[in-house]
């Protein structure tokens, strides 16, 4: 994956409007700035936009301060195709959305086609065509601070992990970690099904018994069934004769509430009559007043007649008289309307002539305005040839002022070169003398390391007795933690069984003679005595091992005190080593930069520096004194533009006037005859014609209707007075119809009673007949209860026998399940112990010593070999690293991974360098780690990016790392330094400025391209 272009909006410290990053001018870049300006986050943005990971844990972290929206679009090239990822996020709420684009760049329609739609989907799609995810991308193309000596920084033990982590052995752990637990399963799995087979078997045992059992059981239920058969027939008899009993005494109980009901029946058909009889008077008394009602029906519909006739003549009153007063108010509009529009004309007209007037007075000054008008002309065209002359007069003194600036700032920058190198050869003249007394401490010290290595080496295999140690005590406790259960457990069943006085056992429940049970009890004594040995044997080896391990802690302590000074020591001695080195290249160096300083001074006092901007600082002066700029000539003219400025206005108003007095003048004209028409419309009433007819007309119509208020009072009061007349009527016609039906009503009720009264008779009869043949019902109830009592204890010995003979028949029935289930637990068992064993067998194949040792063995002979490449490169060819997979100690080999360096001083361990030549060291496994992870992953690492201090390096080794990085960049598309070291950054023809500013964030400038 080759990067080629970056663009990010409101990402970490960047804002809105940030330049797009291209990476295609260049293939080794410095990406420089001021420690926490920004430089790292440009590199965050790549790895966020390809797995939405950065060094920061969650979305908001990374978002923008004050921001709610963050987008990053990533351009780059893999396998000779164009890509480009845009991940927006966007905080919404208490959450956020985010979504993803991953498009493919096509040739033929000159853009980009999109690759998947879904954000998943799109994320793995990003991880199978990069081949590689987030981990093994920043482990292998990124060297990010504090990482490039997390290698060699380790404990050999430490480095053989370290390395595992780096090339995912850890998947290997995690299933050896697998197996291991599926070994505990198994042998839980085995314990449990061991116990369960043990108690089906003790089960088993009791199957004949059971069988003897239920025979037995099934011939008594037969009897029992035989005789209690007989008993229910009787019984059923008997119940069939109470049922018929039962039927009479219910239809007696019925025949007294139907007696009940006839009753009632009765009684309401009387009031029923009662109320007849009483319409029928009501009905008769109407019929009396028939020629009454009918004659005052008769007027009142007469007058109801008239009446409509009058109301119908008012609303036609009332609706002239409403229009008659709209066509009044019409003709009163119109002539407000026209005195309105007589005095808007005589004001209009006033108005006119007084615009007339004016505008002579402004015509009388025309030929002043015109002498006016030409002279300010004059005086603009002079202030604009006075405005360019002060134009070039200030860009040529900004161009002065740069270079004076330009030329200090070159005499500070020699200045400050001038100092750091005398500073410089002041240091190392103090560090060539310290050579002699450097060289013989550095010889103590190294006698005192070895002493406590030595010390180290007893530490670590203390350390490790007392791990076996406290593994075979915890081991031991848990058996006797076992023990003591199982001593519990005997002792429980020895008392149950010396307590017990049942001839069963009570743990088997198998019948026991007192032979049988003293050897048992002789047996669980035997075997309890045993436990109790066993566990006293435990706890001594126990204690004896605890007393081991109490001398091992004291002897560990007093040896780890000592050790705890070899850490500063080895500092010490690498320091020393360091200053030792220091003090040797330094006497070569002091020389140089001698001739270096007094160069510089020569410079310095001869002004010779600057050379561009001094021609360039005469050329600007020249030109200074050719333009001629007089600022007191450019102010009067100024002032004489401004004085004359009125006469454009004056003008202005004159060409105005000249226009308003002709319009003025025709408009006035139309004002004065519209205006004499009003007035004589007014004079004369010709206005509002049409609705001074209508009114006329109204009028006549009004007098036509002949309405007579007074006639049509007298009928409404009259109609008032007959206003019952049709209630009067209406009863009359329901009295009319009504009598026949009342009468005829009356007949069936008098004929319905005497029916009730004969059939209340014939129910009394019944009664009394069924009363007597109910005498017999006392003697078949005493009969029944005493077959049920029977029936009930019959019943009940039932019960139990087929309660018993279901506990035998489930105990019977789970001794065949159990069978079953017997069977099926030896398959399981043996499929178990077998699977117990093929896991024990993963776990020490997958184990460190396995399939791991062979991985890290295989990649060690490469690892090295790169490393050596880039090494010699960083040191001229005077250091080789050397990786030792295994040491010999106390006469036995153990795997590690010792670090040895060999250079012009011999071979010694990675501790012993001083920090610039561990640096290389770091710098050249680091390189060489990055390269196998990536073509582990099935890639090619074409992308490299070196964020780490240089500060440790002289300047001879940042030459050196310089000469490397560009020597290794034939094996990279794109590599970038990431440094704040002027010295280095200076070193790279293309360089990548970051800058923080207060107001817009982060930015950047690419120089050099």
Known sequence: MVPVRLHLRNFMSYGENVPVLDFTGFRVACLSGRNGHGKSALLDAITWALWGRARGGTYDEVLRVGTSEMQVTFEFELEGNLYRVIRTYRRAGRGGLSSLEFQLFDPKSGGYKPLSSQVRRTQEEIVRRLRMDYDTFINSAFVLQGRADEFTRKTP??????????????????LEALAKEHVKEREKELAQLEAQLKGMEEELAHKEEYERELGGLSAELEVLGRRMGGMREERERLEGMREGLEAKRRRLGGIEEERRRLKGHIRELSGRISAQERRAKEYEEVLAHREEILKAFARYEELGREERVWTERLQAVRGLETRRGELEKEVEAERHGLERKREGLSARKKELEARVQEAESVLFKEAQIEEGCRRLEEARREAREWEERRARHEELDRRRTELLRRIEEARAELSVRLGNLEGRIRELEKRAEMELALREEVKGLEGEVRQLEELERERDNIRDRGTQLKLRIEAERKQTKELEGEITKAKEKLSLLQTSREARCPLCRVELD??????????????????????????REIREMDEERGRLRARYKEVDEAVRALPDKRRELARVQAAYGEAIRARGELERLRKDAEALRRNIEAEDFAQAERRGLAEAEAGLRDVGYDPEGYRRALWRAEELARFEVERERLEAARTGKEGALQELEGVEAELRDVERRLAEGTYAEEAQRELEDVLRRVSEVGYDGARHREVQEELDRLRGAPARRERLLQAEVGIEEVRGGLEGLRESIDQAEEHLKELEEEAARLEGELAEYGKVEERLSKLGKELEELQARRDELLGREGAVRAQYERCLRIEEKAKALREKLTKAQKERTIYEKLQVALGRDGIQALIIEGVLPELEEEANETLKKLTDGRAYVRIEPLRERGGKVKETLD????????????????G?????????LRIALSKL?????????????IDEGFGTQDAEGLELLVEAINTISVDFDKILVVTHLEQLRNAFPVRIEVEKRPDIGSTFQVIGV
């Open 514 to 539: 007192v032979t049988r049970r003293r050897n048992i009890l002789t047996e669980y004594a035997t075997e309890l005595k045993h436990l109790q040995e066993e566990l006293g044997r435990r706890r």
């Open 933 to 945: 992870l990536a073509r582990r992953a099935g890639t090619r690492l074409r992308m490299l990016v």
């Open 916 to 924: 610039g030549e561990a640096f290389r060291v770091d710098f050249a």
């Open 157 to 174: 033990r430490e480095r053989k992990e370290v390395l595992a982590r780096i090339l995912g052995l850890s998947k290997y752990e995690e």
């Open 899 to 914: 670090i040895r360096i060999s250079d012009e001083l011999g071979t010694r361990d990675y501790g012993m360098f001083s």
